[in-house]
């Protein structure tokens, strides 16, 4: 028998094909092809995310990937929940509303600061501020400047804003107690 007539034959090559692919969907139906992502996992994950108007207010493809260990709350609780089931190589798009993402803008973290208290330094509106409040320091954004008052937002620049991502789960390291699921 000349084998290699037998493996040469498109129709041998076809049929080869079909099984192999059979085989594979059959394995990735299953959940044997990918961990899939659980609480408790470390990930590396490329995002894009973008607001509601599709102005892009970061993304990191193309650069070093985000780690973060799901549930640790190192990131938004949306971008979380998001990441959640998702397997190796996926890619998702998911929409998140404010309270899953920097809150809603709170009118508290709006105030007024005399000009004086700036000494000789000009300040503009779209200028970015820092000013330490319980030993750490936070920034704000000038809004608005009067004659002797600034207007300083110290709110997230994303606060109340609904935000659109585009994610990318590149390796999965399993924590301890989770499970991949199938």
Not at 83 to 108: E, R
Not at 150 to 169: D, H, M, R, W, Y
Request: hydrophobic fraction near 40%; proline fraction near 5%.
């Amino acid at each position: 028998m000349d084998y290699k007539k037998i493996i040469l034959n498109p129709n041998f090559l076809l049929a080869a094909a079909i099984v192999a692919g059979v085989i594979y969907v059959s394995y990735d139906v299953f959940g044997g092809s990918a961990p899939i992502v659980a609480n408790g996992d470390t990930v590396q994950v490329y995002y894009m995310g973008k607001l509601s108007n599709g102005t892009v207010f970061g993304s990191n493809f193309g650069q070093q990937p985000l780690t973060f260990t799901v549930g640790a709350n190192q990131v938004i609780p949306g971008f979380d929940q998001a990441v959640i089931g998702m397997k190796l190589n996926s890619t998702k798009s998911v929409t998140i509303p404010p309270d899953q993402a920097y809150g809603a803008v709170k009118p508290s973290l709006i105030v007024q600061v005399p000009l004086a208290e700036f000494g000789n330094q000009t300040v503009k509106a779209g200028m970015v501020v820092t000013r330490t409040e319980n030993g750490q320091q936070i920034q704000g954004l000038v809004t608005a400047v009067n004659g002797s008052n600034a207007t300083l937002n110290f709110n997230s620049p994303l606060a109340g804003q609904t935000l659109n991502f585009e994610i990318k789960v590149v390796s999965i390291q399993k924590g301890r107690g989770s499970a991949s699921a199938p």
